[in-house]
Every structure is written in C-alpha cells, then in structure tokens.
C-alpha cells in the first residue's frame, strides 16, 4: 500500500566522536537527527530519504576528512559509486553542484551497523519503526525492531512477533482453571505466564514511541512539559531497561482512558497513535516508583483530550508559519 506514513527512533544516541564526518553526512541527509549531550540521535517522522541529494564540496569534504578510516566501508561504497568525487578538469564551471546518492545496496542501517563495530563504548543500537496509512485502517498498521550489533542487524516486524506469539499460544496446553475473565492465562509467577493481546502490544509500541520522542526533545533542549522533565530524572536515574518495563504499567491506564475518550477521539478525527498516545503519555505524572494517573481517572481523561487539543493546535500553527 502506497503513501504509508513511516516513524522511525532509535536509542541510545551514537557518540559523535565515534562518527566520521562521511557517515555524519549520509545519516543526517536520510533521517532527521538531532544532537544531544549523549550524542547523535537518529528518528524521523516522514521514514528514510532514499535517494538523497546532497550539495557535491560538503560530500567531497567529508570523503577526504573520513579518508584516514580504513574500515569504513561507506567511504568504499561513495568511492566506488559517485563520480563526482572525481576532480574536475581545470577551469571548468561545476554545472552540477549537488548529487544525488542511491542506498539502495547500502541502506542506513549498515552505516550505523559500522559506527558500533568502531565503538568502545556503544555495544548496541535499538530501532523502533512505526507505519501507517493515513485512513488508520486496523490492517494497515505495522511497526519492526531491529537490533544492531557489531555482529549482525536483527530485525523483526510485527508480523513476525505476532506470528511467533500464535505458534507459541498453540503449544500451549490449556489451562484447567486459571482463565481469567478477559481470555488471558493468569499469572503463576510474575508474568511468566500471561499471555499479551494484540491490542496490549500495539498499545506498549506506541507508548514506548512517544516516551522515546519526548525524551530526545528534552536531551535536545527543546520546551517539553514538567511531566516530561520530570519523567527524563527517573530515566536517568533508573536506566533504559527499568523505564522499558515501566511502559507495561501504562499499558492498562492507556487503555482503560481510550475506552472513556473513544467517542471523543472518533468525533474529533484524533487518531490512538499519533495523538492519543503521546498526549496520555505527556499528562502521566512520574516519580521515583514510576507513572501514575496523578489523580481521579475523570480529570485524567480530561487532562488528555486537553493536551491532543493543545498539541493539534500547536500543529497548525507551525503549519501556518511555513512559506
């Protein structure tokens, strides 16, 4: 299906020391990326640029200035593909002063594959990708997570975590008295034997997506709300794995608002994803033990449909001001 709108992030920022001036060059032209304390941050709302058009000195800079790492296997790829790195003769006028270069047989992902591989301190590279169609038909949502070491790129889509899910549900023999009333097995151990919905699956990626985006506004220093200020503290003082399995307590709180505000959210034209989720993610108050409503579930939803309105109207603004 043509016109999906694809969101890609990734964690946790790359060290800038660790990039050579080439691949700064390629992955800031094919994603948007911002620059933080901890590093390069990779992410983009519109999907990857393929083929990207980049002004023909700043790529012959940045081959010469990468030239020294031998191991970059982007600088064999420019070399051996784009004959504008060849000099001009002398004297004549460059007619052509930006090139176009086609990843097509080097997608991103190999290049930041190389960065991590260079690396004495960034191990891995998570990235979390998010596509839709803008009727927000069910079957056309799908999301993929990939895993880049310095060994190999894993990759996986959402149809093959759901299909991997099914295989599992069928070996499973089933339960002669721990069904609970919503389908699922209840738990004999922690969560050890729960079984998660499509919908709590689907609910945890976006949810894990908007937590992600907030936090690399608030590294850039972009204006976020206090909650969010607030929620960076615990991720700092908690770490990455602890605030991932905080998204498993919101998961419940995200659905259970979603229900009050579906008629709402239909009425409006407000979508679960892309507006929803990150206002229900920017109201969560945070502390020490994690994210809470902050209050009674009525002034929780309202404090939600508040900030999708605030949101989309800070959407049309911006789009006002463009030329």
């Given at each position: 299906?043509?016109?999906?709108?694809?969101?890609?992030?990734?964690?946790?920022?790359?060290?800038?020391?660790?990039?050579?001036?080439?691949?700064?060059?390629?992955?800031?032209?094919?994603?948007?990326?911002?620059?933080?304390?901890?590093?390069?941050?990779?992410?983009?709302?519109?999907?990857?640029?393929?083929?990207?058009?980049?002004?023909?000195?700043?790529?012959?800079?940045?081959?010469?200035?990468?030239?020294?790492?031998?191991?970059?296997?982007?600088?064999?790829?420019?070399?051996?593909?784009?004959?504008?790195?060849?000099?001009?003769?002398?004297?004549?006028?460059?007619?052509?002063?930006?090139?176009?270069?086609?990843?097509?047989?080097?997608?991103?992902?190999?290049?930041?594959?190389?960065?991590?591989?260079?690396?004495?301190?960034?191990?891995?590279?998570?990235?979390?990708?998010?596509?839709?169609?803008?009727?927000?038909?069910?079957?056309?949502?799908?999301?993929?997570?990939?895993?880049?070491?310095?060994?190999?790129?894993?990759?996986?889509?959402?149809?093959?975590?759901?299909?991997?899910?099914?295989?599992?549900?069928?070996?499973?023999?089933?339960?002669?008295?721990?069904?609970?009333?919503?389908?699922?097995?209840?738990?004999?151990?922690?969560?050890?034997?729960?079984?998660?919905?499509?919908?709590?699956?689907?609910?945890?990626?976006?949810?894990?997506?908007?937590?992600?985006?907030?936090?690399?506004?608030?590294?850039?220093?972009?204006?976020?709300?206090?909650?969010?200020?607030?929620?960076?503290?615990?991720?700092?003082?908690?770490?990455?794995q602890s605030m991932r399995s905080r998204v498993a307590e919101i998961v419940p709180i995200a659905l259970d608002v979603y229900v009050v505000?579906?008629?709402?959210?239909?009425?409006?034209?407000?979508?679960?994803?892309?507006?929803?989720?990150?206002?229900?993610?920017?109201?969560?108050?945070?502390?020490?033990?994690?994210?809470?409503?902050?209050?009674?579930?009525?002034?929780?939803?309202?404090?939600?449909i508040a900030a999708m309105k605030r949101r989309r109207q800070d959407v049309i603004a911006r789009t006002r001001r463009r030329p």
């Amino acid at each position: 299906m043509t016109n999906l709108e694809t969101r890609i992030i990734t964690h946790p920022p790359i060290p800038l020391a660790d990039i050579t001036p080439l691949e700064m060059l390629i992955l800031t032209n094919v994603l948007e990326c911002s620059e933080a304390e901890a590093g390069l941050v990779l992410f983009t709302d519109f999907g990857p640029t393929n083929p990207i058009n980049v002004k023909r000195h700043e790529l012959i800079e940045a081959f010469r200035a990468s030239a020294p790492h031998v191991d970059s296997a982007i600088n064999t790829f420019i070399a051996s593909r784009i004959i504008a790195l060849l000099p001009a003769p002398s004297g004549e006028v460059d007619a052509e002063p930006t090139v176009d270069i086609d990843l097509s047989e080097f997608p991103w992902q190999f290049v930041v594959q190389r960065i991590v591989a260079r690396s004495r301190s960034l191990h891995e590279v998570v990235v979390i990708q998010w596509m839709n169609h803008p009727s927000q038909r069910p079957e056309t949502f799908g999301a993929s997570v990939s895993l880049i070491t310095a060994k190999a790129i894993h990759h996986a889509t959402s149809e093959d975590l759901l299909a991997r899910f099914r295989r599992q549900d069928q070996a499973i023999e089933p339960p002669t008295s721990s069904l609970v009333l919503d389908g699922s097995i209840a738990p004999t151990g922690g969560d050890a034997g729960r079984l998660f919905k499509v919908t709590e699956v689907e609910a945890t990626l976006c949810i894990w997506e908007a937590m992600l985006y907030f936090r690399g506004l608030h590294e850039d220093r972009r204006p976020v709300s206090d909650n969010i200020v607030e929620m960076s503290k615990v991720w700092d003082a908690a770490g990455w794995q602890s605030m991932r399995s905080r998204v498993a307590e919101i998961v419940p709180i995200a659905l259970d608002v979603y229900v009050v505000l579906s008629d709402v959210l239909e009425r409006d034209g407000f979508t679960f994803d892309f507006d929803f989720v990150p206002a229900m993610v920017e109201t969560l108050v945070w502390s020490a033990t994690g994210p809470s409503r902050g209050g009674e579930p009525a002034a929780f939803a309202d404090q939600v449909i508040a900030a999708m309105k605030r949101r989309r109207q800070d959407v049309i603004a911006r789009t006002r001001r463009r030329p």
